[in-house]
C-alpha cells in the first residue's frame, strides 16, 4: 500500500463531488483497475466511499485531515515551548513501534500522529481498531532522567491529565483502572505506555493513545464492544484538530509534571476520575479469578480491593479488571 497514492486519491475525493474511474485514473497517472484497488484500501481502513452508478465514486461524508499548522495554532504556550517534533503519517503500522524503534534519535517531547494504523494495539496485545481519519491516533516520546523503577503509575498519570482535560470540556470522562478512559460505562479512548532504558536511569517513554472523535455509526456497531466517541457527547462540534490538540496539551502536561514530582501529586486528584470505585469487580489472573470492591489506588497507583477477607493490592500489567 502506498500512503502517497492514498492521499492523493482522497484529496481528489475531498471535494465531496463524485469522479468517475476514468478521471480519477487521469489525475493520479494510474490504470482504473488501479484505482479501484485504491479505492478498496480505502474502504478496508474504514473510509466510507460509495459508489454511484452513472457517477462514480464520493465520499459519504466529509473527513477531517490532521494539519500540523492547525494543531500548533491550538496548543498552549507551554506545550508549543517543549514540542520537539511533529510528524504526521496517513498509515503506519504502529505509532508506538514507529517511537520505539527511534529511541536512539529521537527528542524528547517528540509526537508521531497517524490517521490510520495497521498493526495499532492496546494493553496486553490487544488490537486497537480506529478507522481512518476518526480519532487521535498517536505516540509522545519522553526521556527522563529518574529510572525505570521510578516510572510507576505513568500511565495512570497521563490518564487522569487527559480526564481532566476533557471533564474541564464538560464531559463525564473517568479513568477505568489502569489505563481506558470511559464516558458512562463505554469506552471512549485506551492508553499503552512502554518503557525503556536503565532501571536507575535514565530511562524514556513511549505514550500511545487511541481515542475515538468522531467514529461512523456502522463502524461503531461493528466493534462488539460498548464503545463512544467525543462527538456523542459534545453539545457542538469539535474540529478534530482542536481535539487532537487538547490530547497534546494534556499530555505534555502530565509528563512534565511527572518528570519534576512523579506519581505523587496525581494520587489525590484519582478519586474525582475513578470510573471503578465503590464496583464490584472481577479481577482475573493467570491462575483463576476473584471478585472484591474497588477502593480506590495507594500510593503506587496499585488498585485496592476490599474482599471479604482483606484488602488486596493490584498491580498493572499482571490482569484486567471487569465490572462484575
Known sequence: MNPQSLEALLDLLGNGAAHNGEALARALGMSRAAVWKKIEALRALGVEIEGRAGSGYALARPIARLDAARIRAGLSATTRAALRDLRIEAVIDSTNAAQRADAASLASGSVLLAEAQTAGRGRRGRT???????????????????????????????????????????????????????????????????????????SHAVVGLGLNIA?????????????????????????????????????FAALQEFDREGFSPFVARWGAVDALVDHGVTVHEANGCWTGIARGIDDRGRLQVQTEAAMRVVDAGEISIRLA
Do not use: Y
Not at 187 to 198: F, I, P, R, S, Y
Open 128 to 202: 486497537w481498531a480506529s478507522p481512518f481519519a476518526a480519532g487521535f491516533l498517536g505516540s509522545l516520546f519522553w526521556r527522563f532522567e529518574r529510572g525505570l523503577a521510578d516510572l510507576g503509575g505513568l500511565s495512570l498519570a497521563v490518564g487522569i491529565a487527559l480526564a481532566e482535560a476533557w471533564r474541564a470540556q464538560g464531559l463525564d470522562v473517568r479513568v477505568k483502572w489502569p489505563n481506558d478512559l470511559w464516558i458512562d460505562g463505554r469506552k471512549l479512548a485506551g492508553l499503552l505506555v512502554e518503557a525503556g532504558g536503565e532501571f536507575h536511569g535514565p
Open 215 to 251: 467514529l461512523p455509526p456502522a463502524i461503531r456497531d461493528a466493534l462488539g464492544q460498548p464503545v463512544t466517541d467525543l462527538a456523542t457527547h459534545l453539545p457542538d462540534a469539535m474540529p478534530r484538530n482542536v481535539a487532537v490538540a487538547i490530547c497534546i496539551d494534556a499530555l
